[in-house]
């Protein structure tokens, strides 16, 4: 009996002691759980560093904006009229000609050699003319002899201005003062009617086509200045006006044919050159305006982050980022116009949007930010 006292003490003691250690190791855990939790809460994200720019108000001249391309006020594609083998060719590739300058020969041995029988015709049709005429007064012959012997020297006059004709034909003028293309025949080539020769082209005005929507024709009129750029000449831009206005739309797209001239002193308007145009509207618009790098974009929509101050737990001044949803309209340079979803006055990040949230802490840090400009002049390097 006393033995079996024993066992159950033996017993209950060790229960009492791995209860004992089973306590005070999860005492020891709940402390260090409790500890962590304290730190996480008390652990506060380093701000971010971003650039920012306050929202302002501009007055910008409406303009309509549109894509098109540079054409010739004369151009054309030189070709001869009658076949033959070119015998000279009196220009160079590229070359600026005048007026009436003389650029390809054909060979006219045959037609000069048919001229001078033909002359000869002529020749003899006066004479014959000439001794009819003189019967004719002394009414020594009827005067059907003296009509045929007119009709006989017509026809040889006018067989002879034809060859003379075949001939200038055969000789290749400029029909305008312009800039020639690369050449495209070679001497002793034989030459069909039609076969290309060189491209002339008249650069000095040129013309620029493009087209606006049927909504816009109402605020057109011919005068209106029209401003354009390319990818040629990056930071260069071209004045002109509008000139022509197609009196017809297009039935498929609905829009309107426009055409503007540009005075091209330069010459550095090539006809087949791509082209951004605007066409000038003579009133201003005030608008918001704020940079392109401010503009997250995504397929819900655009936003921006709107900086607002937010103290820390200390009173100590500090800056937290909002998303805002944003509707812009036009661009201009690296800035663009917005339509709703900011005021003026409002201090938004420029740069280092990606790396935000909503309710993030930033710093500002404008330093080191890129300077937006309306006219960007990038550079090579």
């Given at each position: 009996?006393?033995?079996e006292h024993?066992r159950?003490?033996a017993?209950?003691l060790?229960?009492?002691a791995?209860?004992?250690?089973?306590?005070?190791?999860?005492?020891?855990?709940?402390?260090q759980i409790r500890k962590?939790i304290?730190?996480?809460?008390?652990?506060?994200t380093p701000?971010?560093?971003?650039?920012?720019?306050?929202?302002?108000?501009?007055?910008w001249?409406?303009d309509l904006?549109?894509i098109?391309?540079i054409s010739a006020?004369q151009g054309?594609?030189?070709?001869?009229?009658?076949?033959?083998?070119?015998?000279?060719i009196a220009?160079e590739?590229?070359?600026t000609?005048?007026?009436?300058d003389v650029?390809?020969r054909?060979?006219?041995?045959?037609?000069?050699?048919q001229l001078?029988?033909?002359?000869a015709q002529?020749?003899?049709?006066?004479i014959?003319?000439t001794?009819?005429r003189?019967?004719s007064?002394?009414r020594m012959?009827?005067?059907?002899e003296?009509?045929?012997a007119?009709?006989?020297?017509?026809?040889?006059q006018a067989?002879?201005d034809?060859i003379?004709?075949?001939i200038a034909?055969?000789?290749?003028?400029?029909?305008?003062?312009?800039?020639?293309?690369?050449?495209l025949?070679?001497?002793g080539?034989?030459?069909d009617?039609?076969k290309p020769?060189?491209?002339?082209?008249?650069?000095?005005p040129?013309?620029?086509?493009?087209?606006?929507?049927?909504?816009?024709?109402?605020?057109?009129?011919?005068?209106?200045?029209?401003?354009?750029?390319?990818?040629?000449?990056?930071?260069?831009?071209?004045e002109g006006?509008?000139?022509a206005?197609?009196?017809?739309?297009?039935a498929s797209?609905?829009?309107?044919?426009?055409?503007?001239?540009?005075?091209?002193?330069?010459?550095v308007?090539?006809?087949?050159?791509?082209?951004?145009a605007q066409?000038?509207?003579?009133?201003a618009?005030?608008?918001?305006?704020i940079?392109?790098t401010?503009?997250?974009?995504a397929?819900?929509?655009?936003?921006?982050?709107?900086i607002?101050?937010k103290?820390?737990?200390d009173g100590s001044?500090?800056?937290v980022?909002?998303?805002?949803?944003?509707?812009t309209?036009?661009?201009?340079?690296?800035f663009?116009a917005?339509?709703?979803?900011?005021?003026?006055?409002?201090?938004i990040v420029?740069?280092g949007?990606?790396?935000?949230r909503?309710?993030m802490?930033?710093v500002?840090?404008n330093?080191?930010?890129?300077?937006?400009a309306e006219?960007?002049?990038?550079?090579?390097g």
């Open positions: 009996m006393q033995r024993r159950v003490l017993i209950v060790s229960l009492l791995v209860l004992f250690v089973g306590g005070g190791l999860a005492g020891v855990k709940t402390l962590l304290a730190a996480g809460q008390a652990f506060a701000p971010e560093s971003v650039s920012s720019v306050v929202v302002r108000e501009e007055n001249q409406i904006p549109a098109g391309s006020v054309v594609t030189l070709a001869p009229d009658l076949p033959g083998t070119v015998r000279e220009f590739s590229g070359a000609v005048a007026q009436g650029l390809l054909l060979d006219t041995s045959s037609e000069e050699a001078r029988a033909v002359e002529v020749e003899l049709a006066s014959n003319l001794r009819v003189r019967l007064q002394d012959i009827p005067d059907s003296l009509d045929a007119e009709a006989a020297r017509k026809q040889s067989n002879a034809a003379r004709a075949a034909k055969k000789t290749i003028r400029a029909p305008f003062a312009g800039r020639l293309g690369i050449r025949v070679h001497l080539q034989y030459l009617a039609g020769i060189v491209s002339l082209q008249a650069l000095e040129v013309y620029v086509d493009f087209s606006l929507p049927q909504q816009e024709l109402a605020r057109l009129q011919v005068g209106m200045p029209v401003r354009v750029t390319t990818d040629a000449y990056p930071g260069r831009t071209f006006r509008l000139s206005i197609n009196p017809e739309l297009d797209t609905r829009s309107v044919g426009l055409q503007a001239t540009f005075a091209n002193p330069d010459q308007l090539r006809p087949g050159m791509y082209v951004r066409v000038l509207l003579p009133e618009q005030t608008v918001l305006v940079p392109a401010s503009v997250l974009s397929p819900y929509g655009d936003s921006v982050y709107v607002e101050p103290p820390g737990k001044p500090g800056w980022v909002r998303q805002q949803f944003v509707r309209t036009r661009a201009r340079g690296d663009l917005v339509a709703s979803g900011l005021k003026s006055g409002e201090r420029s740069s949007i990606f790396k935000l909503n309710g802490s930033v500002e840090n330093e080191l930010a890129p300077k937006a006219a960007p002049q990038p550079s090579d």
